[in-house]
């Protein structure tokens, strides 16, 4: 029976496969791109004292809105960069209510209803149960990563950009964290209503992720339901207890 902890590993290289292939194999990378795109929704909710008034506004502003709404989903794409040059892309969906995330690619499924977790993986069908505890989830899970953006970057407001026709907040993080394999991660804020629309982020080994958002939508009713793997949507799955 593997530990919880090692269930998280794997679900962070299945969760960031491409439909034929790992995008790195590197295990802390892919642990390191899972928790890129699950933060990115808290990100830029974190208050961070003593920084650039504009850039702290700005992530007030977005924070209150995601702390406001009873759900969120959205559609994102990431590509993986390495020295600048694209290695590899892939597309997925995500949830959020509170504590409560799914997680959804081409490849592998991922459920979290606050205590239990569930990851599907689509090719083998098979189901991990597990029950991690906050410091092994503290990588994955968004409502935990709040605590760790509230330090360890210096914030910088970089002005209005405009991308693909849309006018942005631009907002810069630059890590003030030796140990941190990140040195800044730039945050695009859509100006009309703090929603985020893209997160770049550089690595010191010259690699980094590109994460775009699309179809973000709040104040949904979602049902805690909607967190729990359902086996009898996946009849031919296999339920794998691991807790």
Known sequence: MRASSEIIRTSSEIICASSE????????????????????????????????AKAVQLLDNARAIFEKSSGMYADFS??????????????????????????????????YDGKNQWLLNRESDEVNLSAPTDAEMESV??????????????????????????KCDCVEMISTQKSSDIARIVLLLDAANAVPFSIDVYNKN??????????YRSNLSLADAFFVFNPKQFPKAEVIDLR
């Open 21 to 52: 292939k790992i995008i790195n194999p590197n295990k802390s990378q892919m642990k390191k791109i899972f928790f890129v795109i699950l933060s990115l929704f808290c990100t830029v909710f974190a208050t961070m004292a003593q920084q650039d």
């Open 78 to 111: 990431i590509a993986i960069l390495n020295k600048g040059k694209i290695a590899d892309a892939s597309q997925g969906k995500i949830w959020m209510k509170g504590r409560k995330f799914r997680f959804s690619t081409d490849v592998a499924e991922v459920w």
């Open 141 to 166: 899970n968004p409502s935990v990563l709040f605590q760790i953006y509230k330090k360890g970057y210096k914030l910088k407001y970089k002005g209005v950009k405009t991308v693909s026709g849309k």
């Open 206 to 215: 010259k690699s980094g992720q590109n994460i775009v958002i699309q179809n």
